[in-house]
């Protein structure tokens, strides 16, 4: 399938579609409820995160019906504001004086396990014959943190919902597989608590699955692996920048048409916010409120782009891009692990 004909599968919008008061208003109440469901769910199994959960509420709300399409249509129209809002809360999540205080040796993991894992699954999806867009949104929730990390590229790229779809469907599944194999391997592997600690923070994708992945080795492995995730996600600004610049030197200068942005607005914004959670200044019940309303925005965003999602073309699509996912996976977990025994 050519990734034209894959963009067909997207349910287009509406033009027909309401644009009142009372069509937004649909779609609010369609986004509250999805998030409601997520934050329920991801209270009974927290190793899934509400994130992931958000996405497959909004698929199941499209495919199978379950809100009227006037919701749907309006939930669509706030997502990008939803998410752009929560990437900017996400920096007030990352203090750099927790960063700076890690070895440099595994600073230098990191840094070379994001590279590598970015870098590796670009070319492996290209030789696989995946879709870019499924492909560059797998290499940055892979190699960043996950459904948040796709969801952020997805805004500022030409892949689409179903790409962001698979992206997070492969993120769940991988992750999920690393909380049950990383604890057994700790042993064969020669891993200390600490060294664990780094190797899950560094591989893991999203955040709630290196928690329940670190956990297993104990407090110490958790307070390393939180702060070598978080080290990740600093790269996310980075990672959106350079494909934004990227983007904008092969988009032509067209009379009447709008080039991409040379920095998103909102990248600009998350920098801005990591700025200031480094300032140590703000007071931590306004960093549990922000952490808080980051999961609410983020999670509502990923509901809306799920309700533009076509199961049918999605589960064609999927055989590669599993494959992709496996490869993904151990490019991360060998790069970081050969990284660990280099330094530690």
């Given amino acids: 399938m050519t990734e034209a004909q894959h963009r067909q599968h997207v349910a287009p919008a ?6 009142g008061p009372q069509g937004y208003r649909a779609g609010l109440l369609a986004v509250a409820a ?9 209270a009974l199994v927290p190793t899934v995160s509400a994130l992931t959960v958000a996405v497959a509420v909004g698929i199941a709300a499209r495919n199978f019906a379950l809100i009227s399409e006037r919701a749907l249509e309006s939930a669509r129209l706030a997502t990008k504001t939803l998410l752009r809002t929560g990437v900017v809360l996400l920096g007030l999540q990352l203090a750099l004086s927790e960063i700076v205080k890690l070895d440099p040796g595994v600073l230098a993991v ?3 396990t994001v590279t ?3 870098a590796g699954t670009m070319w492996i999806g290209r030789a696989l014959g995946v879709s870019h867009g499924t492909t560059l949104l797998v290499a940055t929730g892979f190699s960043i943190c996950g ?6 590229m997805n805004a500022v790229s030409d892949s689409d919902e179903d790409d962001l779809a698979t992206a997070v469907a492969l993120v769940t599944l991988f992750g999920s ?4 194999a990383f604890p057994l391997l700790q042993g064969p592997l020669g891993l200390t608590d600490i060294s664990f600690g780094v190797w899950s923070g560094a591989s893991v994708h999203e955040v709630a699955q290196v928690v329940a992945t670190a956990s297993a080795a104990g ?3 958790l307070a ?3 702060v070598v995730k978080l080290t990740r996600v600093v790269l996310l600004a980075p990672i959106i920048a350079g494909y934004s610049v990227l983007q904008r030197r092969r988009t032509p200068e067209v009379v009447g048409t709008k080039r991409p942005p040379l920095v998103p607005l909102f990248v600009i914004g998350f920098v801005a916010m990591v700025g200031v959670r480094s300032t140590g200044a703000v007071p931590v019940s306004v960093l549990d409120l922000a952490h808080t309303a980051t999961t609410l925005l983020l999670a509502g965003a990923l509901f809306g782009l799920g309700t533009a999602v076509h199961l049918p073309s999605l589960v064609r699509t999927g055989g590669r891009a599993a494959v992709l996912g496996l490869a993904s996976t151990l490019v991360a977990a060998g790069t970081s692990l050969v990284g660990i025994w280099l330094v530690m």
């Fill in 116 to 118: 590598i894992t970015f």
């Fill in 14 to 19: 509406d033009p027909a579609a309401p644009r």
């Fill in 224 to 226: 390393v692996a939180t």
């Fill in 147 to 152: 459904a948040s990390a796709a969801a952020a």
């Fill in 110 to 112: 990191v840094f070379t």
């Fill in 34 to 42: 999805g998030v409601a469901v997520s934050y329920a769910f991801n």
């Fill in 177 to 180: 597989a690393a909380i049950v």
């Fill in 219 to 221: 407090s110490a492995a």
